[in-house]
């Protein structure tokens, strides 16, 4: 992944592009927003976001964000109160996930983890 600044921001990318969505679906089982852009399909849990959403205030309706420039997604809840997710949360949410998958597999395996954080050279 990498990083593209942008007016003050930092936006995670892929292969040095913006990540752009394509589609959200809501996955009731998994609690949980299906994210799918151009080359993953991702998982963002509804209790990362906010308004939360519950049993007694379930979502109504989600869509990709055309305002955000397709690089976020956002939701109605029953009550009618809206929120929205940008890409970066959504990308920072799964590789934090796959770090910790990794190292718990690691663990099982007997392995010792050395962590190395280096000053990249220019």
Known sequence: MGKIRRGGYVFMSIRGAVV???S???????KA?????????????FAKVDPRPTVSDPITRVF???ELGSEGFGFVLRSEREGSVHIEQV???NYRKSVDQ?????????CEV?????????
């Open 91 to 93: 990308l920072q949410t």
């Open 33 to 45: 927003f299906e994210v799918r852009t151009s080359s993953r399909r991702l998982l963002f849990p």
């Open 20 to 22: 752009k969505i394509r």
């Open 114 to 122: 050395r962590l190395v954080v280096r000053p990249k050279s220019a």
């Open 24 to 30: 959200v679906r809501i996955n009731n089982r998994r």
């Open 102 to 110: 990794l190292l718990s597999l690691l663990q099982v395996l007997d």
């Open 64 to 66: 990709v964000d055309r």
